[in-house]
């Protein structure tokens, strides 16, 4: 699944998951995510966790970008994740940042072993900002909270910060296995919401103007409400 030369791998608009996707219509909505923060914070860690249910200890630093997809059930809704897993290293921050445009949702990790990876939250956040939609939704997640006894990074500094930037936030595991599902389920949900609000008060968003990219079947024509 790495890739070894970053410039071949897929376009940032997913032409490789198109290509391999695009014959799968199986599903009612596509949600196009983003895991980024610090290089070792536990990115990889925490993807390959919630996807394949596993977890190694060795590091083996990504290489660009990657991505796994996982459907999800909500509402009787099927509900395409295409989760895409950003090197932490600033090498790769001009390829990684081309992937921003068109992410419903980004989690945005830190690792609580680690205050330089907590300090640099604030400057991923911006990254954010400068390079995605502004609808995207962003939650806060302290990783490595297995950790206890080498923790430098308090809940509540984690909490303040999350309320700062108006994210959400969670305390994880991908070693443990704690909060991982939850953490993807909550960005799911949050997107949905918006998806909901944006169809009440837009209706020009269900004519799928900046929302075009959010599902690929059906179109949101058909469906006026969001049944997230
Ligand atoms: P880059 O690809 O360089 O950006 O790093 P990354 O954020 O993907 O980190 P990665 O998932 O490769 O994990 C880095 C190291 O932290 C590895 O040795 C993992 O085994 C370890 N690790 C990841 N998550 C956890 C966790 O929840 N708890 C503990 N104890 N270790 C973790
Ligand atoms: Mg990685």
Known sequence: MRHEAPVQMAAPQDTKFSQKESSDQNFDYMFKLLIIGNSS?????????YADDAFTSAFVSTVGIDFKVKTVYKNEKRIKL??????????????TTAYYRGAMGFLLMYDITNE??????????????????????V??????CDMEDERVISTERGKQLAEQLGFEFFETSAKDNINVKQTFEQL?????DRMSESLET????TAG??????T???PPLQEPNCGC
Do not use: H, M
């Open 41 to 49: 914070v536990g990115k990889t860690s925490f993807l390959f966790r």
């Open 82 to 95: 295409q989760i895409w897993d950003t090197a932490g290293q600033e090498r790769y921050r001009t390829i």
């Open 116 to 137: 330089e990876s907590f300090n640099a939250v604030q400057d991923w956040s911006t990254q954010i900002k400068t390079y995605s939609w502004d609808n995207a939704q």
């Open 139 to 144: 939650i806060l997640a302290g990783n490595k």
């Open 188 to 192: 799911v949900d949050i997107i949905c």
């Open 202 to 205: 837009n209706p020009a968003v």
């Open 209 to 214: 103007k900046p929302n075009t990219k959010l």
């Open 216 to 218: 690929e079947n059906p």
